[in-house]
């Protein structure tokens, strides 16, 4: 079992769309989490941090819950440039290596 | 540019040489990160180091990956004797110290033949 694990795609879903990817993680003592978005054959870019009491950026909203190690990404009114691979990402300690899941590919469609 | 800088972008080699990827950092980030990349996988940490020492190597798969960083700048990861298996995407990212985020690089995609 990998330590950070996400919902398998791809999400086609139409502009406007609300889409929710969701992802669990193993290792408890795991301090720091975040969304790395991910274009084709690019490199992965940080999306958001998340952070216990949730929080927001503008069509984007993630929420952590520590006690179920659990992590979720919601994006509202979802636009063609919203299409990408979503990494949930951990890191154990300060400066320390980050953990990524699988990724999850992401599709709007017009 | 800015960012972090790696090169070469494309290198295909065939099953039994010898590669060496370079990875020049953003100025003045301590930490350097090497990470791998399977197609439709997330990226694997290999290695990192604060400035020239390498503190974590615990995620190179074999003695065949090595990477150093000799004066805590430029940084070069060589795979020795490589094999089908190591074709991947490498990608290094840099970061000031503590719980600053890692900037990544463009990454250089393998092809072992």
């Known amino acids: 079992r990998k330590e950070v694990e996400q919902d398998p795609g791809p999400f086609n879903v139409p502009e406007g769309a609300t889409v929710a990817f969701n992802c669990t993680y193993s290792?408890?003592?795991?301090?720091?989490f975040f969304w790395y978005r991910q274009d084709c054959r690019k490199e992965p870019k940080l999306l958001m941090s998340v952070y216990s009491s949730g929080n927001e950026d503008g069509r984007f909203t993630a929420q952590l819950n520590r006690a179920s190690q659990y992590i979720s990404l919601l994006i509202r009114d979802s636009k063609l440039s919203d299409s990408a691979t979503y990494l949930c990402?951990?890191?154990?300690?300060?400066?320390?290596?980050?953990?990524f899941g699988q990724g999850t590919e992401l599709s709007v469609k017009p | 540019g800015a960012g972090v800088s790696q090169s070469p972008r494309y290198k295909v080699a065939k099953r039994g040489q010898d590669v060496a990827l370079r990875c020049d950092p953003i100025?003045?980030?301590?930490?350097l990160f090497w990470y791998q990349q399977a197609l439709g996988q997330g990226p694997e940490f290999l290695t990192y180091?604060?400035?020239?020492?390498?503190?974590?190597k615990s995620g190179l798969p074999s003695d065949r990956f090595f990477a150093e960083r000799p004066e805590g700048s430029v940084s070069t990861l060589k795979i020795q004797r490589t094999q089908q298996e190591d074709s991947a995407v490498y990608l290094c990212?840099?970061?000031?110290?503590?719980?600053?985020?890692?900037?990544f690089g463009d990454g250089t995609r393998l092809s072992i033949l």
């Open positions: 100025s003045g980030h301590v930490s």
């Open positions: 990402v951990v890191k154990r300690d300060q400066g320390g290596k980050l953990i």
């Open positions: 290792n408890s003592a795991s301090q720091s």
């Open positions: 990212a840099s970061s000031l110290p503590g719980s600053q985020p890692q900037h």
């Open positions: 180091f604060q400035n020239e020492a390498q503190l974590d």
